[in-house]
């Protein structure tokens, strides 16, 4: 398995707080990626990492931001926390068209 | 527009027979695709690609079929194992050099003892 781990696994928020979400790799892939998931919608891609540094947005990236300081770590920020950003949220990693996720997170924002 | 399809939420099938999950595509340029497997409180897990030079690849239990004249492509397990209920999402990569993958929504398959 891929040396990927997200932190925290579970996350209990409220509506209108700042909210950072953390995965780490051990694998030194370029690639990393966020995505959500929630029923009916399946995975979709929140923003993206081409390496240090170097990000871009997803297909639902309007209230997150993200930042890549080492290779090894991809943040994800929720800078004011609404009830519609309760999901699970997972990380993966890549160096081709594999890729590898994280355990995920989840978040509930009362 | 939904760029992949998995028009079965659900599917259940008897321990030992075969199941065939599906997934449509609207797009001729793509180029690769996969299927995962996700446990309910877990990541979603690489299980097995396909590139579209090739119509099918098996590895042990599972064969993708792809169908790029219907861009269709399949998931076959067999025989089904109850433990492979789970989640499975099709994806599709587009090209370029970031490696995005487009997710379908994903099937539920239960398998029944």
């Known amino acids: 398995d891929a040396g990927i781990t997200q932190s925290p696994r579970h996350k209990v928020t409220e509506t209108g707080t700042p909210v950072t979400l953390r995965c780490h790799q051990t694998e030194n892939h370029r690639y990393m990626y966020w995505y959500r998931q929630d029923p009916g919608h399946g995975l979709r891609l929140i923003h993206y990492s081409y390496g240090v540094k170097d990000t871009d947005k997803g297909e639902v990236s309007d209230g997150y931001s993200v930042s890549r300081s080492k290779t090894e770590d991809f943040l994800l920020t929720l800078e004011s926390a609404t009830s519609s950003q309760t999901s699970v949220y997972f990380c993966?990693?890549?160096?081709?068209?594999?890729?590898?996720f994280g355990p995920g997170t989840r978040l509930t924002v009362l | 527009d939904q760029q992949v399809k998995q028009n079965s939420p659900s599917l259940s099938v008897q321990e030992g027979r075969i199941s065939i999950l599906n997934c449509d595509y609207t797009n001729s340029m793509f180029d690769y695709f996969l299927w995962y497997k996700k446990y309910p409180a877990e990541g979603p897990t690489f299980l097995i690609s396909?590139?579209?030079?090739?119509d099918k690849n098996e590895d042990g239990r599972f064969t993708v079929f792809l169908n790029k004249s219907a861009k269709h492509l399949s998931l076959h397990i067999v025989p089904s194992q109850p433990g492979d209920s789970a989640v499975y999402f099709c994806?599709?990569?587009?090209?370029?050099?970031?490696?995005?993958?487009?997710f379908g929504k994903g099937t539920l398959l239960t398998v029944n003892p």
């Open positions: 994806a599709v990569y587009s090209g370029g050099s970031n490696y995005k993958l487009t």
């Open positions: 993966a990693i890549s160096e081709q068209r594999e890729q590898f």
């Open positions: 396909i590139s579209s030079i090739k």
